[in-house]
């Protein structure tokens, strides 16, 4: 029967294809890609020629059949998005998932990631983290989802687009505090930069420039680190309780 790849590609510099993601998309049957215009100049670059379709969010049931019913024939399909792992903060996971119920081999084939790689250099902890995307875009969603965070003692790590970056961080200074952030913007390209600081030193930086490409936001676990206690204090629990009415 079929085997449906899992093919991570580039978050920006072309060199971080793996030398399998290559010879998987070249032995494909099919490429599925997010964007088949974007994904062709990857491809062309590696000298890569296979038919592709496209998979995205908005035609992930029509186009999700249509690649089951390749699988089923024995094809060999390749999923790729247009930057990263696919599945994370990207289309994949329904499609996974209903090929894994088919009975289908799901194979993996690793490489970048932003989020783990913007942690791998960010200097904050990187025992235990939480990766939670993207943050709501309306701002009464973002911070309602703040402050579900308030408390997490695991470092949070964020995918966010550049115009919405100021406004995120001005909330998570109001909800979370004041704490060690980091931006990392531009991962693996020409202007690669780690904007390290408390939040409202973060802000004040990036004030005085108008922050272009992409980032990802990673936020330090409340100061005090594990050996805090976990309870919180009366007054703020009280807060809390006369907020919700
Ligand atoms: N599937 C991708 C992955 O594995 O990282 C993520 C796709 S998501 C739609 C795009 C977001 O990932 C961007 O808004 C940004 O937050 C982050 N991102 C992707 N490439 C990046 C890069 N080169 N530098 C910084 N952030 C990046």
């Known amino acids: 029967t079929g085997t449906l790849y899992i093919v991570a590609t580039p978050i920006g510099n072309l060199e971080d294809i793996t030398f399998r993601a290559v010879r ?13 215009r974007h994904s062709r100049k990857l491809l062309s670059h590696f000298g890569i020629s296979k038919p592709l379709t496209s998979y995205f969010d908005h035609n992930k049931h029509l ?12 094809r060999t399909v390749a999923l790729i998005t247009d930057a990263g792992t696919p599945c994370i ?48 875009n309306r701002q009464g969603k973002r ?6 965070l308030r408390d997490e003692r695991r470092v949070l ?28 913007r531009e991962l693996t390209k020409v202007y690669e930069e780690f904007i390290r600081g408390d939040i409202s030193a973060v802000i004040d930086q990036l004030n005085e420039r108008k922050i272009k490409g992409e ?31």
């Open 24 to 36: 998987i998309l070249k032995e494909a049957d099919l490429i599925a890609a997010e964007d088949t």
């Open 215 to 245: 980032v990802v936001v990673l936020v330090a676990p409340r100061s005090g680190g594990r050996e805090e206690g976990t309870s919180r204090p009366l007054a703020e629990l009280l807060g809390d309780y006369l907020d919700r009415g």
């Open 63 to 74: 186009k999700g059949k249509y690649i089951l019913d390749q699988l089923g024939e024995g």
């Open 157 to 184: 790590i964020f995918y966010e687009s550049p115009n919405r970056l100021h406004a995120a961080l001005a909330d998570m200074r109001d909800i979370l505090g004041d704490r060690e952030i980091v931006v990392a």
């Open 89 to 136: 903060s990207d289309p994949g996971y329904q499609l996974v998932r209903d090929a894994v119920a088919a009975g289908f081999t799901v194979v993996p084939v690793p490489g970048p990631s932003a989020a783990i790689t913007a942690l791998s250099a960010s200097g904050l902890p990187t025992d235990t983290f939480v990766f939670e995307g993207f943050l709501p």
């Open 143 to 148: 911070r309602d989802k703040l402050a579900l």
